[in-house]
């Protein structure tokens, strides 16, 4: 018995040493000089798991829902991927990866932590986080082609996360909220829609695509990137809008939550 118990380790020990080598390899075989997505030599580059070669012209996209998420935060919509020089975009690129229970599998895999995160500042008003968090993935995600499974051993999943990971990073890295605090720029007033853009470019190094309801409401921020080798990597390469914004000269930055009454104590 304790025989075998041995080989079972030394088993477990071995697969763990190829899968880390294998990683290794995939990680490092980029070399020290990986492209920029949109370059010539990116959208020539055969390497679809050390450059995006399919489009590259990749959008953080933010919401200020009034409905969801912390009072003090934007939250995310998503990550997507645009062709470098149409303003157009690929969509719903592979069906088979296309994964209804989110939350479970990244539980199975122990991505618990990722979870929390995600419903914290990855929410949906409606509370079906994971049919928006399929949807993200599956018409944008997958489509991004240094998230393919190609790209880590043939692995179904760790992509995905790669995905959902780098997406919140790139959020946190770009604090929308903050940028507009510290010039005086909070819900509850409206502003000129040109001192958010300078407040956002002084703050962040970025120029922001505003989006506005139809009340001249601001619903969504954009920021655009080019991507040095794999997105996971977060080597951004920021890079102005390629499309118009949706907000007129002065728009208003409404309160989360207006209106709601605080309940009294359950107990």
């Known amino acids: 018995m304790k025989g075998a118990r041995l080989l079972l380790f030394s088993i477990l020990i071995f697969v763990a040493s190829v ?16 492209l920029v997505s949109c370059s010539k030599s990116a959208l020539e580059s055969t390497n679809s798991c050390c450059v995006e070669n399919k489009s590259g012209l990749i959008l953080l996209s933010q919401f200020w829902d009034v409905r969801a998420g912390y009072k003090d935060a934007w939250t995310v919509h998503g990550l997507w991927t645009d062709y470098c ?11 088979k990866r296309a994964y209804p ?3 479970q599998i990244l539980q199975s895999l122990g991505e618990y932590e990722l979870v929390q995160e995600m419903n914290n500042i990855w929410p949906n008003s409606e509370g079906l986080v994971d ?3 399929l ?29 959902f990971k780098s997406t919140l990073s790139l959020h946190k890295r770009y604090n ?3 940028a507009l605090e510290r010039h005086h720029i909070v819900p509850g007033h409206s502003y000129p829609t040109k001192k958010l853009v300078k407040a956002i470019e002084k703050e962040l190094k970025v120029t922001p ?9 601001i619903v969504e921020a954009w920021i ?10 977060l080597d951004v390469v920021p890079t102005l809008p390629d499309s118009h914004a949706s907000c007129n000269n002065t728009l208003h930055y409404p309160v989360k939550y207006a209106g709601e009454k605080r309940s009294g104590s359950i107990w």
């Open 19 to 34: 899968t880390a080598r294998q990683q290794h390899h995939l990680h490092n075989s980029c070399g020290r000089h990986p």
């Open 85 to 95: 020089t149409n303003g157009t975009w690929p969509q719903f690129c592979d069906e």
């Open 101 to 103: 229970n989110i939350t």
């Open 131 to 133: 049919t928006f968090w």
């Open 135 to 163: 949807h993200e993935w599956s018409k944008h995600g997958t489509c991004m082609s240094t998230f393919e499974p190609k790209c880590y051993g043939g692995d179904a999943y760790q992509g995905m996360v790669d995905f």
């Open 176 to 178: 929308i909220y903050k």
């Open 209 to 217: 695509n505003l989006q506005c309801d139809k009340d001249g409401n």
């Open 224 to 233: 655009y990137f080019h991507v040095r080798g794999p997105i996971k990597n």
